[in-house]
């Protein structure tokens, strides 16, 4: 009888590996096809010299050496890319778990209106170009409107030109944001969470909601924090700003991102903007496996 | 397998039952705090989009008035008639460039989410080899910046002689790496092994567990990919690859009727408010319709 059940389990293991492949393989099939190719594609393309009409040529590591020995502006983006990041990145994230927390303490009706005021601006995408008129830099502009009247400042201040201010806006304009697929995702995993574990806790001993927040949530949010942290990194380093023009003042809120696209759109130079595609992934996978890090520590 | 599905509902039950109240109680300055806290910080969400929308009922000599005006004086629709006087005189009829829109992002959207979460599961519960490689490919893809990919991206489609179809929207749309990221979360989270377990046990067959067990217990995150994928595939004129004036969407008719400098500003800030409309609604509907499945009938 023995032998017999440990087979007909082999063979349900092998059934249910068929059965999983199935499933995946439209996803796989799409995903290789249409995401892989083209990322290795990229690498490839980054050790050659590539201007989009004659055929690319190898040539090394030049593109690398050139984008981190002689090109000052990369240089000026690296520090732009990594300033906004690690500001917005953290705020936006922990802002986003902090207000879903609070946001799931409201009932029903109060719940889905406050989940839609925070998500406005990721749902409204064409209200963005409302801030250009709210820093627009003649007196007309909104907020210099405002601050004339009060005297505060004497002169119209221009604001997303200024080196002095514009990179607090793009800061501003980032968190104003961040409340995107992430946060709708801390909302409702918190919702679809096991009560009993609160109850449980509850009779534990937990003294206050401090408490259960760090022993009770954390540890069954760990999957959606997981998936907020993709989102988190990769939005905070592909930071573009153009509301400051593009290029901005003396390269003030000049970005990676930025930096590819000029090279990649406007140059046609391929290879390099590849090289330097490889960088700034080479720059977020470590910020991801550092916030993977920090976030198996807090919710362990 | 009857038996299975009436555990899960008690168990989906016991989450809404449980939800409903809150153990840990809170001060009364707590709660005011974080009624402060949540309408201070929904103020400065909405205000943009208030004022983007305000701005779309402006005459023209209110757009630029100086000193700027929050409010509109004297409300117009003039904006939202010239948007429509110009998309009237369009070659291809402006019904066509709805209808286009329409159709691409329900079947995208349907595509994605169905898509998605079929192959969430294998991804989160199989054990099948080559699991683990594939989800940190889907992270790497997540991460890589997508100015270098257009290209290779582009070439891989035009040589499946995919462009000017809607193949090329339609067939990367099953590769959305961030919705079987989502997807595969929520499925780690919420769904226990031991329920999957003794479904098989039952005889229940892999379709037959994702149809009956996982995709009802992740409702919850279908509202999250449902607003995202369909937000993309509205918000997107796949330039690249659309050429046929009759395939084309939406928004690339209303862009080139916002184009055209200051004359067009009010027509602009219209054409903002039409394309967030539908978002908007979708975004209300499923996000009320999927809290009321959760709590009501749990599964069908």
């Given at each position: 009888?023995?032998?017999?059940?440990?087979?007909?389990?082999?063979?349900?293991?092998?059934?249910s590996?068929?059965?999983?492949?199935?499933?995946?393989s439209?996803?796989?099939?799409?995903?290789?096809?249409?995401?892989?190719?083209?990322?290795?594609?990229?690498?490839l393309?980054s050790?050659?010299?590539?201007?989009?009409?004659?055929?690319?040529?190898?040539?090394?590591?030049?593109?690398?050496?050139?984008l981190l020995?002689?090109?000052?502006?990369?240089?000026?983006?690296?520090?732009?890319?990594?300033?906004?990041?690690?500001?917005?990145?953290?705020?936006g994230?922990?802002?986003?778990?902090?207000?879903?927390?609070?946001?799931?303490?409201l009932?029903?009706?109060?719940?889905?209106?406050?989940?839609?005021?925070?998500?406005?601006?990721?749902?409204?995408g064409?209200?963005?170009?409302?801030?250009?008129?709210?820093?627009?830099?003649?007196?007309?502009?909104?907020?210099?409107?405002?601050?004339l009247?009060?005297?505060?400042?004497?002169?119209?201040?221009?604001?997303?030109?200024?080196?002095?201010?514009?990179?607090?806006?793009?800061?501003?304009?980032?968190?104003?944001?961040?409340?995107?697929?992430?946060?709708?995702?801390?909302?409702?995993?918190?919702?679809?969470?096991?009560?009993?574990?609160?109850?449980?806790?509850?009779?534990?001993?937990l003294?206050?909601?401090?408490?259960?927040?760090?022993?009770?949530?954390?540890?069954?949010?760990?999957?959606?924090?997981?998936?907020?942290a993709?989102?988190?990194?990769?939005?905070?380093?592909?930071?573009?700003?153009?509301?400051?023009?593009?290029?901005?003042t003396?390269?003030?809120?000049?970005?990676?991102?930025?930096?590819?696209?000029?090279?990649?759109?406007?140059?046609?130079?391929?290879?390099?903007?590849?090289?330097?595609a490889?960088?700034?992934?080479?720059?977020?996978?470590?910020?991801?496996?550092?916030?993977?890090?920090l976030?198996?520590?807090?919710?362990? | 397998?009857?038996?299975?599905?009436?555990?899960?509902?008690?168990?989906?039950?016991?989450?809404?039952?449980?939800?409903?109240?809150?153990?840990?109680?809170?001060?009364?300055?707590?709660?005011?705090?974080?009624?402060?806290?949540?309408?201070?910080?929904?103020l400065?969400?909405?205000?943009?989009?208030?004022?983007?929308?305000v701005?779309a009922?402006k005459?023209?000599?209110?757009?630029?008035?100086?000193?700027?005006?929050?409010?509109?004086?004297?409300?117009?629709?003039?904006?939202?008639?010239?948007?429509?006087?110009?998309?009237?005189?369009?070659?291809?009829?402006?019904?066509?460039?709805?209808?286009?829109?329409?159709?691409?992002?329900?079947?995208?959207t349907?595509?994605t989410?169905?898509?998605?979460?079929?192959?969430?599961?294998?991804?989160?519960k199989?054990?099948?080899?080559?699991?683990?490689?594939?989800?940190?490919?889907?992270?790497?893809?997540?991460?890589?910046?997508?100015?270098?990919?257009?290209?290779?991206?582009?070439?891989?489609?035009?040589?499946?002689?995919?462009?000017?179809?809607?193949?090329?929207?339609?067939?990367?749309?099953?590769?959305?790496?961030?919705?079987?990221?989502?997807m595969?979360?929520?499925?780690?989270?919420?769904?226990?092994?031991?329920?999957?377990?003794?479904?098989?046990?039952?005889?229940?067959?892999?379709?037959?567990i994702?149809?009956?067990?996982?995709?009802?217990?992740?409702?919850?995150?279908?509202?999250?990919?449902?607003?995202?994928?369909?937000?993309?595939?509205?918000?997107?004129?796949?330039?690249n690859?659309?050429?046929?004036e009759?395939?084309?969407?939406?928004?690339?008719?209303?862009?080139s009727?916002?184009?055209?400098?200051?004359a067009?500003?009010?027509?602009?800030?219209?054409?903002?408010?039409?394309?967030?409309l539908?978002?908007?609604?979708?975004?209300?509907?499923?996000?009320?319709?999927?809290?009321?499945?959760?709590?009501?009938?749990?599964?069908?």
């Amino acid at each position: 009888m023995k032998p017999a059940k440990t087979l007909s389990m082999r063979t349900q293991a092998r059934r249910s590996y068929l059965s999983h492949y199935a499933m995946m393989s439209p996803f796989l099939l799409a995903f290789l096809t249409f995401t892989i190719l083209p990322i290795l594609a990229a690498i490839l393309l980054s050790f050659t010299d590539f201007n989009m009409l004659q055929l690319p040529s190898f040539v090394g590591m030049d593109n690398y050496i050139r984008l981190l020995f002689e090109d000052d502006v990369y240089m000026i983006a690296l520090k732009n890319t990594l300033i906004l990041a690690l500001v917005t990145g953290p705020i936006g994230y922990i802002l986003s778990f902090v207000i879903a927390w609070l946001i799931n303490e409201l009932g029903y009706r109060l719940r889905v209106l406050f989940t839609f005021f925070m998500y406005t601006p990721a749902l409204c995408g064409g209200a963005v170009t409302i801030w250009a008129y709210i820093f627009s830099s003649d007196s007309q502009g909104f907020l210099n409107d405002i601050l004339l009247k009060l005297g505060i400042i004497s002169d119209p201040i221009s604001w997303l030109t200024n080196p002095q201010y514009n990179l607090v806006i793009v800061m501003i304009i980032t968190i104003w944001g961040s409340f995107g697929t992430g946060f709708l995702s801390f909302v409702s995993g918190l919702q679809s969470l096991d009560r009993t574990y609160f109850e449980a806790a509850a009779i534990d001993g937990l003294r206050n909601r401090w408490q259960e927040l760090y022993y009770v949530t954390f540890p069954q949010m760990k999957e959606f924090l997981l998936f907020g942290a993709v989102q988190s990194v990769s939005s905070a380093f592909s930071i573009a700003p153009t509301i400051t023009g593009n290029p901005s003042t003396n390269y003030s809120t000049h970005t990676l991102v930025l930096h590819i696209s000029d090279h990649a759109q406007i140059r046609y130079e391929m290879g390099y903007a590849s090289a330097a595609a490889v960088v700034l992934f080479i720059l977020m996978m470590a910020a991801w496996i550092g916030t993977k890090k920090l976030l198996s520590k807090v919710s362990a | 397998m009857s038996a299975i599905v009436s555990k899960v509902k008690l168990w989906i039950e016991t989450i809404r039952v449980n939800n409903s109240r809150v153990i840990l109680s809170r001060s009364k300055a707590g709660t005011f705090f974080i009624g402060f806290f949540i309408s201070l910080m929904s103020l400065f969400m909405l205000l943009p989009v208030i004022y983007s929308v305000v701005q779309a009922f402006k005459p023209i000599d209110e757009i630029f008035a100086y000193p700027p005006k929050f409010f509109v004086q004297h409300p117009t629709l003039d904006n939202f008639k010239m948007v429509l006087r110009l998309a009237g005189n369009l070659w291809v009829p402006f019904s066509r460039y709805l209808f286009n829109s329409l159709l691409i992002s329900v079947v995208g959207t349907f595509i994605t989410v169905f898509i998605s979460s079929l192959s969430a599961y294998p991804l989160a519960k199989g054990k099948f080899p080559g699991r683990a490689a594939i989800s940190s490919a889907i992270v790497v893809a997540m991460l890589f910046n997508g100015n270098v990919t257009t290209m290779p991206r582009y070439l891989i489609i035009a040589g499946l002689g995919m462009v000017d179809t809607y193949f090329a929207i339609l067939l990367p749309a099953l590769a959305n790496t961030m919705g079987v990221f989502l997807m595969r979360q929520f499925v780690v989270s919420s769904i226990p092994d031991s329920t999957l377990e003794a479904a098989r046990i039952d005889g229940a067959g892999e379709f037959k567990i994702f149809f009956r067990i996982v995709m009802p217990s992740i409702k919850a995150a279908w509202m999250t990919l449902i607003i995202f994928a369909f937000q993309g595939f509205w918000n997107s004129t796949y330039g690249n690859y659309i050429y046929s004036e009759e395939l084309k969407q939406l928004p690339s008719v209303l862009s080139s009727i916002a184009a055209g400098g200051i004359a067009r500003a009010g027509a602009g800030s219209a054409v903002a408010v039409i394309m967030m409309l539908l978002p908007i609604i979708v975004f209300l509907i499923s996000q009320s319709s999927i809290t009321e499945t959760m709590s009501h009938s749990g599964l069908k």
